[in-house]
């Protein structure tokens, strides 16, 4: 298969060196895979059947380590397919083409474009990890290419494109409403060349993988300033003293393991003064910028979730019989997957149209809509992944369903 | 107002003579006016300001009337408007330009650009009248057009589309579920020259106008032939002897006057034999071509309908005080015009799809979509229709809202 | 049938002689009529025979003169309905027992007992008028035993217990709202031995019935006082110089002839003093306990509406073959009767809990029920009304299938 | 506080002693537990301090057992627990009064006073197991009470009331819609003095508990009898040979440790023949049985858990302040609080009315009820939850509010 994938990459680089450029403001919108143009077209494909021959076949194996004792240890499969993946050219997708005008880090995509390979990885429990289009290293990736210096880049942007590190990013707070950055408590002292670094964060994810090398931090420099420039953003390497994981957080009993959700406490902890981005008082305008594509990936991935709750839903209808007759051919089944179609289709046009409008009149005009899919895609995946496991009976709430029983 | 909407008549001609051209298959989705070619744009904009500052004047006058003795008159200002918006060049922009290459018919515009124009007639109560552009007058003009004989499309179409005569259209059945319309039990039946008809009719909108004087009728010629050959469809003059209104229905008790919705009684009406519509058996056939831009015309008049519900309710929180705050201050409200917001624009964007698709891939590829706004739009429209009518409290009721009070 | 109602109503008052008492505190609830005392129950199924078999048959003839030029006038039939009604006992059963410890009012119901039978009332488009149970007479009467002088009552509450006059209650204000009673801004001001009044209301319900000869009127007598000691309530007869109905106003464009709801204007309209209830202030206090039970007979005929709405709805999916199949015996429409049943009965529930509280505990005690009715009992009704509506399809927004097609 | 909530145990007894009798069939309902006979009021009010004092205060620990490789033991605390509610008369609460006239087995009460109390367990993640009060035993017990001979209930019956050993129900299977019982594939087959089973059984719940001693096995005797006369059901001691847990299943990726739910697979395990229940061809109708009051007691133990959302939403909104206000002061979670009473005190009242039906009326009667109210509680406790959640942001996906943060 990988061969398969892999076989035009020369012709597909030959593409892509003329296919970067900006869509005009008033660029209609691309509905559905086949009218990308052709170089994202066929990585969108590779990325496809990559899922469906690569990953999902691995759903068992995942999900077992989860539940069992190694569910904090990398899935062994996992450096194999990113090699894969980077080879067939499937990878840092997620890097948008207009910070990468020479596709240095990426493949040149627009947010609309990686949109529809976004939905792909979310049809798949291993996700988009693969390709290294996982978050948070997505949004840290971004912010060091758009911010970082050459020495930040060096040391940290390299490895995390290249994949053989992991990052965190530490932002919320136990103790505030963190939704607000503005609530935002820990302090970043200047104290000779270095930084002082004291806080308490939680729900800082991936900070438990193995390769978690990084934290970019978030922390108030100047409690005095103006609401919008109190806040600055900081790099501090794991395992800097004074910075404790505390504990990992459970989502309903889960770990998500292995890079999970942990609470982690900072005291008095030093990096030196090169290690802030930008600069003092910068923080919340990173956050901002940093905020947008991160949700445009997360509805995507929703709606990629809702597909394959879809695809699970419709086997399991045509192959069971209650009451007499096929699941599939009763009335309250059909009006189940009907909604749940008109649903999810709602949701991925909204969501395709917020991408398009960040490539195309820019972020800020695009915060509705950004804001929009925030309601819409959890709200639907719900319902949808309701039905979806309804369908399957008890057996729903397992996960014997996700590939065929072995 | 006028001049300004006629000014430049002739540019748009102009404009129109190059600009009628099959969109490709694989055409992105405009999902905004100003994305549309300049020509259409100016339609859109004219069409626009003629229902805000032409139609929606009239509303609270219309509504009198409706409410009133003289409800089945029709509405004294309507020939005026009609003449305005015919010299403006805003007539039978229906027409959708694959079945009127020359511009013979109407302003060659496509399926997408007259949504966006429905959606604007769809903002006031007075509709699409003004544009000769209303139901059931549009599908039958579209079948005459597709499927009449030159005899009688002089005798009935040309006057339709001067806007001289309404029609209606016979179809739904008091005695069966005529959503069905292999159902349908009324007859057609061939006797010498002519056809002799029998049937009942209800839910015959327009039958009640003054100036109907068509009625396309749907019936079976062939009780035997196989499921979909057995109707046909024939004109039938709505002074036929043994033609016979029996009531007027009523909506939720509102007449929709002028045009109303009759049940109507076929007793031996005989009509010429060359006032069948293509040929015997061919009734359903031309029935599911009808169904199509109809459906697609009324979900955009319902999201003009979710807008202008919109606009109202938005302006009554900002003028209401209630418990000492202003509505609009208050976090219940914020959601409801939010989440109206967020369920018309993706109602919106899934029925310009179908319109679009209508456009590249034809009728029978967009049938999903067709299918789903269906589903969607009257929905939402009940939702965000209703919140607007709380938003007024008891004055939500009335009509008084509609429009300033005088 | 009227014999047979009113076949033993000697023992019914013998039964009524010693069966009034309050329900103790911790008392059980009656969640159906055939728990009721034997008193009640009977009255109950005579309410309930009363309504189908003299009452429902007249649905029609009560609707076509609603949409005719008639409207304005009383249904011919009523005077002997209520007649009937009255002779059989069935009289002004609304009046608590609580308030009419000697039964020289009413039948000496609690409130829980009347709502089985506000219930059936509400199962019928002419409502509770037949039994002298119609708002707003029903809390202006209650109004006028709790707080009338003897004068007040002789002049007015007779009459009223007697069903010879209809009344109104002047609250709602176009300007302001009124949910919230402390807005309200009319002025009623001492001269000499008169009250001279200015305001304008609306929604004034009632107000344009032909008998219609009393406003309870509310009004300010003191804007300086504190929030709840402003308001005061007096009675206007509705000859009164300077009092002028503006207009009827249409609910969804229908007028709920012959009582209407109008908006009334009062300039300088002079009554006199002994027209006030209690005394200057009182009026917040009296309008609290007047909604209270108000609130629980409207949620309860919402329920019967809910009922019949079942039925109907019932009654047609059995009678109705589409796709090949009775409608009842497809899947969706099976959910659709249970969910309907489902929220009928939780609504139920709930309303008779806010009654029960209310004869046991006191309307304190039962505001939060009440409150809870208010939310429940109309998105109850709406939704299962909507789906009556859906199964008769377009059918269903007329009124042809209240009763058999004749 | 153990003291007290035994303080009067004999006096208690003495109450109970003439305590048990049937309710008559048009008993009213009581809805709330002061309505309860003293009694049963008693017991109420000690179960809910029992639950708050003793077992809230453990749920963080059993979580975190739950959570850990520790979690197939049972929680160290427990057999103390149970030793304190026994001591205490709270033991065995289910057993209603109607199988257990001499209060031989349990407290004598009925199913709606039980109601009550198990709508407390479900306030608690504990549940029902310190009262030994959990299913399946319940349900388990309640067969053997009803069905058992002698020696089964020697056996089985005692230890199980006693508290000393658990068991399972083998009903649900793998491959055939088991929510209909007809369509069960084990096989019990009659060998000499010995039944032999067959088959592949899933989600018997509570089989792997370490005390876990009994199944309760459901499989076809007669593949000929007619659809209801072909289940049997036959006890099963755990280690009986050929019988083999196959994997515990997760739901949502927790294993409800430690008594999880498994897959077991029964290959030629042979019993003797005594272990039948009751006789050949029994099972459909013993299981019809054993459903009714398990469903009473699922759902108030769901209205238990809303009413412990509610409690915590409600600490939470007063205790957190986002864009300068208290939670509990915006609109929007006003009506979500006011919501989640609105449905779990309708959902309350219906579950009530479904247990005293069970009661008054039996079993058959109270099917409609106990039909309803399957759909309403775990839909009112998803939404309920749900809105519990969101109140906590990210925290509300963990456990850390469940109790004061240590």
């Not at 067939?88 to 609309?112: C, H, K, Q, S």
């Not at 060091?144 to 940290?156: A, F, R, V």
């Not at 809702?306 to 839903?313: D, K, Q």
């Amino acid at each position: 298969m990988l061969r398969k994938i892999g076989r035009d990459l020369p012709k597909i680089q030959r593409f892509a060196s003329f296919a970067v450029e900006k869509p005009p403001r008033d660029a209609s919108l691309v509905t559905s895979p086949d009218q990308l143009r052709p170089f994202a077209q066929r990585i969108w494909s590779d990325v496809r059947e990559f899922i469906n021959e690569e990953c999902i076949p691995l759903e068992q194996k995942f999900l077992a380590q989860e539940f069992s004792e190694d569910r904090w240890k990398v899935l062994p499969e996992m450096d194999e397919l990113k090699a894969k993946a980077k080879s067939a050219g499937l990878w840092n997708l997620f890097v948008p083409y207009n910070i990468d005008e020479n596709m240095e880090y990426g493949r040149g995509l627009t947010n609309l474009e990686y949109a529809f390979m976004a939905e792909e990885m979310g049809r798949c429990l291993l996700g988009s990890e693969p390709f290294n289009c996982s978050p948070p290293d997505t949004g840290n990736m971004e912010v060091l290419i758009k911010y970082g210096t050459e020495d930040q880049k060096k040391q940290w942007l390299t490895p995390l494109l290249e994949g053989k590190i992991r990052s965190c990013f530490g932002m919320t707070e136990i103790a505030v409403a963190s939704s607000d950055a503005t609530n935002i408590e820990s302090s970043i002292v200047s104290d000779g060349d270095d930084y002082v670094i004291n806080g308490r964060k939680w729900w800082t994810s991936m900070s438990l993988h193995p390769n978690c090398e990084l934290c970019i931090f978030m922390g108030k420099t100047d409690f005095n300033a103006s609401r919008h420039l109190q806040q600055s953003m900081i790099l501090v390497p794991m395992n800097t003293p004074g910075m404790k994981i505390i504990r990992p957080l459970t989502c309903y009993g889960n770990f998500d393991a292995p890079g999970g959700h942990a609470e982690v406490d900072f005291s008095d902890v030093r990096v030196p003064k090169e290690n802030l981005l930008v600069g003092e008082g910068m923080g919340f305008a990173i956050a901002q910028g940093r905020l947008g594509p991160g949700r445009i990936h997360h509805c995507m991935r929703l709606i990629g979730n809702c597909e394959r709750s879809i695809e699970l839903m419709k086997e399991r209808l045509r192959n069971r019989v209650a009451f007499g007759k096929k699941l599939s051919d009763q009335g309250v089944w059909k009006e189940r997957v009907g909604l749940s179609r008109v649903e999810t289709d709602q949701a991925r046009l909204m969501t395709l149209l917020a991408a398009h409008k960040m490539d195309t009149v820019g972020a800020k005009v695009a915060a509705k809509e950004i804001a929009m899919i925030k309601i819409i895609a959890p709200n639907v995946a719900q319902k949808v992944v309701d039905r979806a496991i309804q369908a399957h009976g008890a057996g729903g709430m397992s996960s014997d369903f996700l590939s065929p029983h072995s």
